[in-house]
């Protein structure tokens, strides 16, 4: 089992940043890869970066690429999501995810992020 839980999120205006993070614990060794997520009101879940633990690759969806930026410390097991230049088609609740080897796939609760115009 791993147990994954988000931070960070907040009401900001456009233009603004945020960093979340996720913080990872339980079967730690057993992750294969982690991303965020988020889910606007009415719209599916889309990925919004991941990042793949055995050798650093990282991806970022285009709609965001150039203003995130997904990075871990594997010494806090935590993975963050900084945030530049945010705007308000940004807002949606951030969700972090994490899949091991076994083709499990984990979720945090998920945090609020509110970009005002």
């Known amino acids: 089992q791993v147990q994954l839980v988000e931070s960070g999120g907040g009401l900001v205006q456009a233009g603004g940043s945020l960093r979340l993070s996720c913080a990872a614990s339980g079967d730690i060794l057993t992750i294969r890869d982690m991303g965020w997520y988020r889910q606007a009101p009415g719209k599916q879940r889309e990925v919004v970066a991941v990042t793949v633990l055995s050798d650093n690759r990282a991806m970022t969806v285009d709609s965001v690429k150039g203003r995130f930026t997904i990075s871990r410390d594997n010494a806090k097991n935590t993975m963050y999501l900084q945030m530049n230049s945010l705007k308000p088609e940004d807002t949606a609740v951030y969700y972090c995810?994490?899949?091991?080897?076994?083709?499990?796939?984990?979720w945090g609760q998920g945090t609020q992020v509110t970009v005002s115009s």
């Open positions: 995810n994490a899949g091991t080897y076994d083709l499990q796939d984990y």
